[in-house]
Nanobody, 123 residues
Framework: QVQLVESGGGLVQAGGSLRLSCAAS????????VGWFRQAPGKEREFVSS????????AYSDSVKGRFTISRDSAKNTVYLQMNSLKPEDTAVYYC????????????????WGQGTQVTVSS
């Protein structure tokens, strides 16, 4: 079992930055791939970024590529999402999720989810 807790969300002006954290407890986290997803009001939850267990494979959605960076610190059992040049359309609840095995963009493949953290970007 893996428990995930997100933090770092908040209100920021367009062009600003935030760093989200996904802290894990439970089993050895380094063997799990982690994905970040987001859900805006009235929209489906969408893929944002993912990283495999070793940190060597990373993926981004087209909408955040070049602005967001995913990383992980195995010693701290934490995955980060650095978000720069934020836009109002980035406003959403951000969730981290974990799965044993390779990282993937499909949310249905992830077994463990955090409770989410709100990110609001004002124009």
């Amino acid at each position: 079992q893996v428990q995930l807790v997100e933090s770092g969300g908040g209100l920021v002006q367009a062009g600003g930055s935030l760093r989200l954290s996904c802290a894990a407890s439970g089993r050895t986290f380094s063997s799990y791939a982690v994905g970040w997803f987001r859900q805006a009001p009235g929209k489906e939850r969408e893929f944002v970024s993912s990283i495999n267990g070793s940190g060597g494979t990373r993926a981004y959605s087209d909408s955040v590529k070049g602005r967001f960076t995913i990383s992980r610190d195995s010693a701290k059992n934490t995955v980060y999402l650095q978000m720069n040049s934020l836009k109002p359309e980035d406003t959403a609840v951000y969730y981290c999720a974990a799965r044993s095995g390779y990282s993937d963009r499909a949310r249905v493949l992830y077994d463990y989810w955090g409770q989410g953290t709100q990110v609001t970007v004002s124009s």
